[in-house]
């Protein structure tokens, strides 16, 4: 069973940065994509980076494409979620989210319906 655990989140102020751990276990079959995910009060959920299992590729949302960089460390199974020069409207609850891909031409996106496993979320706060 694949299970997913992030870690990292509390209170920063503007400007300052945080890094966001999920840590993967478990087997997939085939190639995978882990995505973040992030979720304000009252706001839907949106997709904040993608990393997958082949060569790494990422992928990230424009509100936070030179800010935030998504990582991957293969040995300790585990994706980051570097966010720097955080606003506060990056405040939510932020989600790793897991699903296998067969084949590295398939692209979940933000699409976050495609994604089977879930990680518990993890609150940021970022204030003025």
């Known amino acids: 069973e694949v299970q997913l655990q992030a870690y990292g989140g509390g209170s920063v102020q503007t400007g300052e940065s945080m890094t966001l751990s999920c840590v993967v276990s478990?087997?997939?079959?085939?190639?995978?994509?882990v995505a973040w995910f992030r979720q304000a009060p009252g706001k839907e959920r949106e997709g904040v980076s993608t990393?997958?299992?082949?060569?790494?590729?990422?992928a990230y949302a424009r509100s936070v494409k030179g800010r935030f960089t998504t990582s991957r460390d293969v040995a300790k199974n585990t994706v980051y979620l570097r966010m720097n020069r955080l606003k506060p409207e990056d405040t939510g609850v932020y989600y790793c989210?897991?699903?296998?891909?067969?084949?590295?031409?398939?692209?979940?996106?933000?699409?976050?319906?495609?994604?089977?496993?879930w990680g518990q979320g993890t609150q940021v706060t970022v204030s003025s």
């Open positions: 989210a897991a699903v296998n891909i067969p084949d590295r031409t398939i692209v979940p996106g933000f699409r976050d319906y495609l994604y089977r496993h």
């Open positions: 478990g087997f997939f079959p085939d190639g995978y994509v």
């Open positions: 990393i997958n299992s082949w060569f790494g590729d990422t």
